[in-house]
């Protein structure tokens, strides 16, 4: 599918996001299922921890599935821009390309992930204002190859004046997914109660790529918006970021 590069309404910014996840469905589920599966195997086959360390753990859970999905944000996000402005490369391409970034999506995960939290135990709205600047932090690091400072830094510009659709964008994918993934989860563990568990790793895993590929759609939305960017310029961007020789 060809898209047109252009500033989509907030309806047609979430179809778009649902044909990118679609269209590249195999790579991103394929990359989500195998970025959780130390989670499955966390969960299903490493010893119980003991009462008093259940809090470590917890933590410890916790902040790998943030980080975890900074790491599947990123590798997504690379697949489906390419996609979304005409590109089309092999898998070994998009390996090649996405192993520099590592350390910096790494440190990245880590700075928002710290400054956010930071903002929801001083004050909840600061919390949701930070969520909301940052949210194209890792598009910016990962298409305009910037240091994890400059991203968020690029993301909170980009996203001033649009905060509150964006808001409405995370909230209505943030409700919608939790209602279907938790009714789809009860249904079957009362069909199959065995496999009740496992079946909320895997819906996780198909179902956290589609707010990546929604909010690549916002992303290039604010760039067409803000810098009257088309698609040919941003592809040729795109291309001297990933080869800077």
Not at 36 to 45: I, K, M, N, R, T
Not at 176 to 184: G, M
Not at 208 to 222: E, K, T
Not at 224 to 234: D, T, W
Request: hydrophobic share 50%; aromatic share 14%; with cysteine.
């Amino acid at each position: 599918m060809k898209y047109e590069l252009k500033n989509y309404s907030f309806g047609q910014t979430i179809g778009k996001g649902l044909n990118l996840y679609f269209d590249n469905f195999l790579y991103v589920v394929g990359i989500s299922l195998i970025l959780y599966l130390p989670a499955l195997y966390l969960g299903f086959f490493a010893p119980s921890p003991e009462t008093e360390d259940l809090n470590v753990t917890g933590l410890y859970g916790l902040l790998y599935f943030m980080i975890i999905g900074f790491f599947l944000s990123a590798f997504i996000i690379h697949i489906v821009s390419k996609k979304y402005l005409g590109k089309t490369l092999s898998t070994s391409d998009y390996i090649g390309a996405s192993l520099p970034l590592l350390i910096s999506i790494f440190l990245l995960s880590l700075l928002e992930t710290g400054l956010i939290l930071l903002g929801f135990i001083l004050l909840i709205v600061p919390g949701l204002i930070l969520a909301v600047g940052f949210s194209v932090s890792v598009n910016a690091l990962v298409v305009e190859r910037l240091s994890p400072v400059q991203s968020l830094r690029r993301s909170w510009r980009l996203t001033r004046g649009k905060r509150w659709p964006i808001l409405g964008l995370m909230v209505l994918y943030g409700v919608t997914n939790l209602l279907v993934t938790y009714s789809i989860i009860l249904l079957i563990a009362n069909i199959y109660p065995n496999i009740y568990d496992i079946t909320g790793y895997i819906l996780s895993a198909l179902s956290g790529p589609i707010g990546s590929c929604i909010f690549v759609v916002v992303y290039f939305n604010l760039r067409v918006e803000k810098e009257g960017f088309n698609v040919e310029h941003l592809a040729e961007q795109f291309s001297l970021t990933d080869d800077p020789e």
